[in-house]
Nanobody
Framework: QVQLVESGGGLVQAGDSLRLSCAAS????????MGWFRQAPGKDREFVGV????????QYADSVKGRFTISRENAKNTVYLQMNNLKPEDTAVYYC???????????????????WGQGTQVTVSS
């Protein structure tokens, strides 16, 4: 049974930093590209960033580029999202997701991901 469990969310002030973690189990972690998505109230789920299975390639949404960094530790089956200079518009539930590599490109499309975590709330006050 595959499980992705996010942690590290919370309530912070604008300009603060947070690091989210996503621990995976039940899958061969280094066969999966790992993405982060977020969903604010009343809005669609949106792409935040993705990291390749080996960790060497990342992509980010324009809205977070330069502020957020994705990394992974395959030995720990964990992917991270370091969020710096947080803004109120970053407030959302953050989800990690896994997409089987299968030789394919990195994906920014939620429907292409195979597994999802339950999400962790990030709230940024102004």
């Amino acid at each position: 049974q595959v499980q992705l469990v996010e942690s590290g969310g919370g309530l912070v002030q604008a300009g603060d930093s947070l690091r989210l973690s996503c621990a995976a189990s039940g899958l061969t972690f280094n066969n999966y590209n790992m993405g982060w998505f977020r969903q604010a109230p009343g809005k669609d789920r949106e792409f935040v960033g993705v990291i390749s299975r080996g960790g060497g390639v990342t992509q980010y949404a324009d809205s977070v580029k330069g502020r957020f960094t994705i990394s992974r530790e395959n030995a720990k089956n964990t992917v991270y999202l370091q969020m710096n200079n947080l803004k109120p518009e970053d407030t959302a539930v953050y989800y990690c997701a896994g997409k089987y590599w299968g030789g394919s490109r990195l994906s920014q499309l939620a429907y292409e991901y195979n597994y999802w975590g339950q999400g962790t709330q990030v709230t940024v006050s102004s």
